[in-house]
């Protein structure tokens, strides 16, 4: 029911900032928690940031804490991450997700976007 598209990602060099967004559209009803994954080539998907729907509860990964501010608008069915002195390590392609906030990117019923790539060059 329920459709993300990513965008925001590119190119920057270490110590730069982007802004990724991410759309819901389609079907979208009640209340859902947002966050962002991201995955490296040969890693697995990680866990970076998720809020709630009031963005009243927002947790972090300790490898972006400080960095990265994770926000939401549910007027407009977008959440955002704000990515401040990026590094190298930070390179991957970046997945939005939906779905309720303690299994946020576990549960088979969460809702993926199609991913975004950030590079963040040194």
């Known amino acids: 029911q329920v459709q993300l598209v990513e965008s925001g990602g590119g190119l920057v060099q270490a110590g730069g900032s982007l802004r990724l967004s991410c759309a819901a559209s389609?079907?979208?009803?009640?209340?859902?928690?947002m966050g962002w994954f991201r995955q490296a080539p040969g890693t697995g998907r990680e866990f970076v940031a998720a809020?709630?729907?009031?963005?009243?509860?927002?947790n972090y990964a300790d490898s972006i804490k400080g960095r990265f501010t994770i926000s939401r608008d549910n007027a407009k069915k977008t959440v955002y991450l704000q990515m401040n002195s990026l590094e190298p390590g930070d390179t991957a392609v970046y997945y939005c997700v939906a779905g309720d906030y303690a299994t946020l990117g576990l549960n088979e019923n969460d809702s993926w976007g199609q991913g975004t790539q950030v590079t963040v060059s040194s």
């Open positions: 389609g079907r979208t009803f009640g209340v859902y928690a």
């Open positions: 809020i709630n729907w009031g963005g009243g509860v927002i």
